[in-house]
């Protein structure tokens, strides 16, 4: 027996919203993050159990941002001195994260996420108009690039990257947060920074995941296709959109995150 998709009657209407979502979340991963706020929920429909969607959807994301990276160099090798710091805190952070998402329920990081996210939309809203602010305030030129500072960066990584191992969703979102509080004002070159980070900690919690059994490959491998050219084509297409449209679109989508996840949660 088919359905009226064509496809045959184990693969239903959850697979196709499966790959929609997988190609959705590998756009908004590239562009402004939150992509696992779509394919979570997908991968929860296939009726796996919270931990073992939380881990499929990781394992499937990774490959988007891995070809994200290929699609930023040239903004990557921009900022070689916020690469390597980065990079670290990404694999420390992601590690623990996994490590402890196995260990203990992930409900308790369910019900900050709304907070979370919130805070970081409001936060990265106000960033770009207050850097401005505080370079005129210095005699600076508006515009001007600003070095972070990488230690402190570096735990504000780290302690972003240990969620995104433990759970994940609007982890990108914060780092891109992270990064404008810190004086980065290209969003482009903030992009590639985040995408840099996020693929170290996914990557590493994609290693903990596998080892550790909890991934179901018959979702994961449909969605891990799709989500990597989406990352690919989209991290290109954002290079073209000018950044006060980028930075309003970031902070819709966080603002949406937050709401959803306010009424979703009991």
Same mark, same amino acid.
């Given at each position: 027996?088919?359905?009226?998709?064509?496809?045959?009657?184990?693969?239903?209407?959850?697979?196709?919203?499966?790959?929609?979502?997988?190609?959705?979340?590998?756009?908004?991963?590239?562009?402004?993050?939150?992509?696992?706020?779509?394919?979570?929920?997908?991968?929860?429909?296939?009726?796996?159990?919270?931990?073992?969607?939380?881990?499929?959807?990781?394992?499937?994301?990774?490959?988007?941002?891995?070809?994200?990276?290929?699609?930023?160099?040239?903004?990557?090798?921009?900022?070689?001195?916020?690469?390597?710091?980065?990079?670290?805190?990404?694999?420390?952070?992601?590690?623990?994260?996994?490590?402890?998402?196995?260990?203990?329920?992930?409900?308790?990081?369910?019900?900050? &996420?709304?907070?979370?996210? +919130?805070? %970081?939309?409001?936060?990265? @809203?106000?960033? !770009?108009?207050? #850097?401005?602010?505080? *370079? =005129?305030?210095?005699?600076?030129?508006?515009?001007?690039?600003?070095?972070?500072?990488?230690?402190?960066?570096?735990?504000?990584?780290?302690?972003?990257?240990?969620?995104?191992?433990?759970?994940?969703?609007?982890?990108?979102?914060?780092?891109?947060?992270?990064?404008?509080?810190?004086?980065?004002?290209?969003?482009?070159?903030?992009?590639?920074?985040?995408?840099?980070?996020?693929?170290?900690?996914?990557?590493?919690?994609?290693?903990?995941?596998?080892?550790?059994?909890?991934? &179901?490959?018959?979702?994961? +491998?449909? %969605?891990?296709?799709?989500? @990597?050219?989406? !990352?690919?084509? #989209?991290?290109?297409? *954002? =290079?073209?959109?000018?950044?006060?449209?980028?930075?309003?679109?970031?902070?819709?989508?966080?603002?949406?995150?937050?709401?959803?996840?306010?009424?979703?949660?009991?």
């Amino acid at each position: 027996m088919t359905l009226l998709s064509g496809l045959p009657s184990y693969m239903d209407w959850h697979w196709l919203w499966l790959t929609v979502a997988a190609f959705l979340a590998g756009l908004l991963n590239a562009v402004a993050g939150g992509g696992s706020f779509l394919l979570f929920p997908a991968m929860l429909s296939m009726k796996m159990l919270p931990v073992q969607a939380n881990a499929t959807n990781t394992v499937a994301l990774w490959p988007g941002q891995l070809t994200s990276v290929a699609a930023y160099r040239d903004d990557v090798r921009k900022n070689p001195r916020l690469v390597w710091p980065m990079s670290l805190a990404g694999l420390l952070g992601g590690t623990a994260g996994a490590v402890v998402l196995l260990n203990t329920p992930q409900m308790t990081f369910l019900h900050l &996420v709304p907070w979370l996210l +919130l805070t %970081a939309a409001l936060i990265f @809203a106000v960033s !770009g108009p207050a #850097s401005r602010w505080l *370079a =005129r305030r210095r005699g600076s030129v508006v515009g001007q690039t600003h070095m972070p500072r990488r230690l402190p960066l570096f735990f504000a990584t780290a302690g972003v990257c240990f969620y995104l191992g433990y759970f994940g969703a609007g982890a990108g979102f914060l780092l891109i947060t992270v990064l404008s509080l810190f004086g980065c004002e290209d969003l482009h070159e903030i992009n590639a920074l985040k995408v840099v980070a996020t693929t170290f900690a996914n990557g590493t919690a994609f290693v903990v995941f596998v080892f550790n059994g909890q991934v &179901v490959w018959r979702y994961c +491998l449909v %969605a891990m296709v799709t989500s @990597a050219i989406a !990352g690919y084509t #989209s991290a290109r297409f *954002a =290079r073209l959109v000018p950044q006060h449209i980028l930075r309003g679109l970031v902070v819709v989508i966080g603002l949406s995150m937050a709401a959803w996840f306010f009424w979703r949660n009991p």
